[in-house]
């Protein structure tokens, strides 16, 4: 599993021009789910984010959590993320998991981040979104399991 983390003053997903999820200070995730993924890697990941001190406090130190802020999320499937680029020109994807199973453990993956009681919007999973943010710092994390 592979997950890029932005802190975001705002983020949204808009598919065939229309506003389809849209949250303000919080966290973008781009969640790319490999064909080795199994459900304990989902529970390790939501834990980790829940608790993820990557928000300033008033000293201008990242020592809060999303909770600590009262962040939203916005959850962005991203099968993508796990490119292979090591031989020729053209990325192949073969380490991703099916298109089936991935929406699976990422809708799995979205209700464990809600059972940190973390409000969670969503892209939708396969369709062709145009994702906006505003990147806060800017933070950006990569977290692999």
Same mark, same amino acid.
């Given at each position: 599993m592979k997950i890029v983390i932005q802190r975001v003053q705002e983020a949204s997903v808009t598919i065939d021009n229309q506003l389809y999820s849209q949250i303000k200070k919080g966290l973008l995730l781009l969640v790319g789910v490999h064909q080795d993924d199994t459900p304990d890697m989902l529970q390790k990941a939501a834990q980790k984010i829940a608790k993820m001190r990557i928000f300033s406090d008033d000293n201008q130190k990242m020592n809060l959590s999303i909770k600590?802020?009262?962040? $939203?999320? !916005?959850? /962005?499937?991203?099968?993508?993320?796990? *490119?292979?680029?090591?031989?020729?020109?053209?990325?192949?994807?073969?380490?991703?998991?099916?298109?089936?199973?991935?929406?699976?453990?990422?809708?799995?993956?979205?209700?464990?981040?809600?059972? $940190?009681? !973390?409000? /969670?919007?969503?892209?939708?999973?396969? *369709?062709?979104?145009?994702?906006?943010?505003?990147?806060?710092?800017?933070?950006?994390?990569?977290?692999?399991?």
């Open positions: 600590d802020v009262a962040g $939203e999320i !916005l959850s /962005v499937s991203q099968f993508t993320l796990l *490119a292979n680029t090591k031989k020729g020109n053209r990325p192949h994807f073969q380490e991703a998991m099916a298109p089936k199973q991935a929406e699976e453990f990422y809708n799995q993956f979205n209700d464990l981040l809600r059972e $940190e009681s !973390l409000t /969670v919007k969503e892209g939708q999973f396969g *369709a062709d979104m145009a994702v906006a943010s505003v990147n806060d710092g800017p933070v950006t994390i990569v977290y692999e399991l």
